[in-house]
């Protein structure tokens, strides 16, 4: 018997596999070129990454945004700051200033 995988590649066997058509053979039973294979043939540089960043509703781009509470305690106030998660929009794509290398590329750089 066998168990589907997870998607973050889980243990156990994995699914018997199907002869013929449906599969990513090209002609005469060859392996076809896949997408991951093509955009490595591309170009081994990376001119943009994702953010780290985020906007909150004010327009203004942080990290990580803290409101201040007022807290009373035995007939203290005390202020205290409370981080905010809600409401905040990521960056998205941001453009490098100059090209990387990226992490997947099969090659030794500098030998030692």
Known sequence: PWRQRSKSGGCGPSPPRRRGGGGPEGPGGQQALGP???????TP?????????YYDEDGDLAHEFYEETIVTKNGRKRAKLKRIHKNLIPQGIVKLEHP??????????CEV
């Open 36 to 42: 991951a294979r093509a955009a490595r043939a591309a």
């Open 100 to 109: 990387r290398i990226h992490v997947d590329f099969p090659v030794i750089i």
């Open 45 to 53: 540089l990376r001119v943009t990454r994702r953010g780290s960043m």
